[in-house]
């Protein structure tokens, strides 16, 4: 039995990969979606017409983790803290965890990893990321996706376990490249979405992608990350999908942010977390503190902190003093 905690959109369309293999326990908050998965088999709230195979279970019983050896974290980076506090009593010592949150926290500018290492340091970690929208591994429709662990046999003890002729795993043991990149995509995808809803053209596109690479690459090697993972499933794979997508839920947020919405209506009106939002303002402080460029992520933050508006924002982008293309 594989433990999931977190009953949301990723957390729920992952069980039914980790179904091919094990039987799972999705660990929801909410009764209503206990409910509604153990007995409608669907999660009417987060993945509404998609069936759950009949080995995927729910509960909102914290305890019943204490018998299980393996499990996969799928809740927002900026909760996770709360929630490892919430089930650290019942926690085998020696418990083997999955992360697929993608964030940094805004209140220590620590990785997942760090929170881990702080809070539960006898686990063994990993972290997940891709271009994986949830609704398509649901489906099981074909993708591809890399597994990140300092521990070789941590990694390759996850794509053994999740590794299927539709959902391809990779393994890496560049942790640090892997959550950097997959959580600062999200940053850029919501820049990407503003120039989507402002109707700039391809080129525009290309160019905000590219030069968001360069900049997540920038704090990445800074962070002891190694390039190649950049250019990686992690890095361009996912920051592709996610600036060229309105699956992206941070790509719809940037539309709607130049289509003249507020936050507040935005996170209404998609109803589930938009992590750039949050990671653009750890961006913003981590590229202050460690004296990384990173024009487009302050941006976003300017704009999502109302400091700047969208005009300004772009103003200010377009009239940048000339540079060397990396430096
Ligand atoms: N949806 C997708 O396609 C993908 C999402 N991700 C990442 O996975 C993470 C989760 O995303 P989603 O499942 O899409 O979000 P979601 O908003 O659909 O679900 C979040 C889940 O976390 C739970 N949660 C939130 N705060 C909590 C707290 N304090 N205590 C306990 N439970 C809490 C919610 O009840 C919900 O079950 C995010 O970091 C996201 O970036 C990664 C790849 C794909
Ligand atoms: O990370 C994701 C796909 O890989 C999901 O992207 P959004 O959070 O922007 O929907």
């Known amino acids: 039995m594989i433990g999931v905690i977190g009953a949301g959109t990723w957390g729920t369309s ?22 509604s998965i153990n007995s409608l088999h669907e999660n009417l709230k987060y993945l509404k017409g998609i069936k759950l195979p009949l080995n995927v279970f729910a509960t909102s019983d914290r305890k019943l983790i204490s018998k299980i050896e393996d499990v996969v974290f799928s809740v927002p980076v900026q909760s996770i803290r709360q929630v490892i506090d919430d089930f650290r009593p019942f926690f085998k010592e020696s418990v083997r965890i999955l992360n697929l949150g993608k964030g940094i926290e805004i209140s220590t500018l620590k990785r997942v ?31 591809a996706t890399v597994v990140a662990s300092e521990h070789e046999d ?37 820049a990407a979405g503003v120039v989507k809803g402002l109707k700039y053209g391809d080129n525009s596109k290309a160019a905000l992608i590219t030069r968001g690479l360069a900049e997540i690459t920038r ?5 002891g990350a190694r390039q190649e993972t950049f250019f990686g499933l992690s890095g361009v794979g996912d920051l592709l999908l996610s600036c060229t997508s309105f699956q992206s839920r941070n790509f719809r947020a940037g539309v709607l942010l130049a289509e003249g919405y507020s936050l507040d209506d935005i996170k209404k009106r998609l109803g589930s977390i938009i992590e750039g939002i949050y990671t653009s303002e750890a961006a913003f402080k981590l590229s202050k503190k460690l004296g990384v460029d990173m024009p487009i992520a302050q941006q976003v933050f300017a704009i999502i902190n109302k400091e700047a508006s969208i005009k300004d924002a772009i103003d200010l982008l377009t009239s940048r003093k000339p540079l060397k293309e990396f430096y």
């Open 14 to 35: 992952f069980s039914t990969v980790i179904a091919n293999r094990s039987d799972v326990m999705l660990f929801a908050r909410d009764e209503e979606v206990v409910n």
């Open 113 to 143: 990893s760090e929170i881990f290492k702080e809070l539960l340091p006898t686990s063994r970690y990993s972290v997940l990321s891709g271009p994986n929208f949830a609704r398509e591994v649901a489906l099981k429709e074909f993708c």
């Open 154 to 190: 941590e990694s390759e003890y996850w794509q053994k376990l999740l590794i299927y002729p539709y959902f391809r795993v990779y393994t890496t043991d560049d942790v640090v490249g892997v959550e950097i990149s997959g959580g600062l995509k999200n940053v850029i995808a919501i």
């Open 219 to 223: 704090l990445g090697l800074k962070l």
